[in-house]
């Protein structure tokens, strides 16, 4: 991994999350799991999302309730918490999480406990404290509609691809410097996360007699 990544391709990577979903949704599937660890990186940059073991069909306007992703999805969008019906703003819910990700190498929803952590996610408090000083106001906009908590609001994946900041136009005549950030942080929250996932692997894996 090299040393630094800029907010430039954060946003390179974000155009090509959004075209994979945008080509899915307008087929009518919902990947329904985009996270950073279904997504693989060529040597080229070129992006790849895998993974659709949890991918679904839909029909526009027709409410579709997954009751397994309450359990299948490690940060889940508010519609899933509360039981109800998932869509194609479902998936872009899940890109806002991976550009947060990307943008502060932390969750947007931070909390020790799991319970606050879903509290969070239902008021749409997005810890925006968590992430790397100096970001442009078209990617904390972009956080900011793709993170709401109100699925109805949100972006659709080709409303996403129109915005200013995604096709790369400054917002104002004066272009700022570009700002890298360190992936020492962001490795550190790789492990932690893959830490956490093998601990709850080996819990599941213990027998439990009565």
Request: hydrophobic share 35%; charged share 25%.
């Amino acid at each position: 991994m090299q040393d630094s990544y800029s907010e430039l391709e954060v946003r390179e990577f974000l155009q090509q999350i959004l075209s994979a979903a945008e080509y899915l949704h307008c087929r009518r599937v919902l990947h329904l799991d985009l996270k950073p660890d279904n997504m693989l990186v060529t040597e080229c940059s070129l992006l790849k999302v895998v993974d659709f073991g949890s991918a679904q069909m839909f029909t526009p306007g027709v409410t579709l309730v997954v009751e397994r992703l309450r359990d299948l999805t490690e940060n889940k969008a508010p519609e899933i918490l509360e039981g109800q019906g998932v869509g194609p703003e479902t998936d872009v819910w899940s890109i806002g999480g991976v550009a947060f990700t990307m943008l502060s190498a932390d969750n947007p929803f931070y909390s020790d406990m799991h319970c606050e952590r879903d509290r969070n996610i239902r008021k749409g408090k997005i810890q925006f404290g968590r992430c790397y000083p100096g970001l442009s106001e078209g990617a904390l906009h972009f956080v900011k509609q793709t993170l709401n908590h109100k699925p109805w609001v949100r972006p659709s994946a080709a409303e996403c691809l129109r915005l200013p900041w995604i096709q790369g136009v400054p917002a104002s005549k004066h272009r700022h410097s570009v700002v890298y950030f360190s992936t020492d942080k962001l490795q550190g929250y790789v492990q932690e996360r893959e830490r956490k996932r093998a601990h709850l692997c080996t819990k599941l894996e213990v027998p439990v007699f009565s």
